[in-house]
């Protein structure tokens, strides 16, 4: 699925939103599991889009994490960020993005 996917962004056919909060909470050493996150990293930027926790994103987050109750910082960025680009989301953490943003619930793929 991963693989399929990084080869759809890298032939121009799909394009990525990579939160940098998932990124902290993910990357170890950039082998083993972190290397599939290694390859999304390496893309380029009209590919793979960086979505950086700054100042705006923050008050996004904060105001979403007051409205849904769910206070981690990484499942609300994703969750606004799904929410705001119409984005399609890939993660094991279905039920805590849900709780967030249960409207996203569609464009979830479970991995």
């Known amino acids: 699925m991963m693989t399929a ?4 962004v890298r032939d121009g056919r799909a394009r990525l939103i990579r939160p940098e909060a998932v ?3 993910a990357w170890r050493t ?9 390859a999304l990293m390496g893309l380029k930027p009209d590919r793979c889009r960086s ?3 700054d100042r ?3 008050k996004s987050i904060g105001r979403a994490i007051a ?3 769910h206070a981690d910082v990484v499942d609300v960025h994703v969750a606004v960020l799904a929410r705001s680009h119409g ?16 409207e ?4 979830i793929v479970d991995v």
């Open 23 to 25: 990124v902290a909470q």
């Open 30 to 38: 950039g082998s083993g599991r972190q290397a599939r996150l290694a």
């Open 87 to 102: 984005a399609v989301v890939i993660t094991s953490d279905r039920a805590d993005l849900l709780a967030v943003a249960p």
């Open 51 to 53: 979505a950086p926790l």
């Open 5 to 8: 996917l990084l080869n759809r």
């Open 56 to 58: 705006d994103a923050a």
């Open 67 to 69: 409205e849904s109750g």
């Open 104 to 107: 996203i619930a569609d464009r």
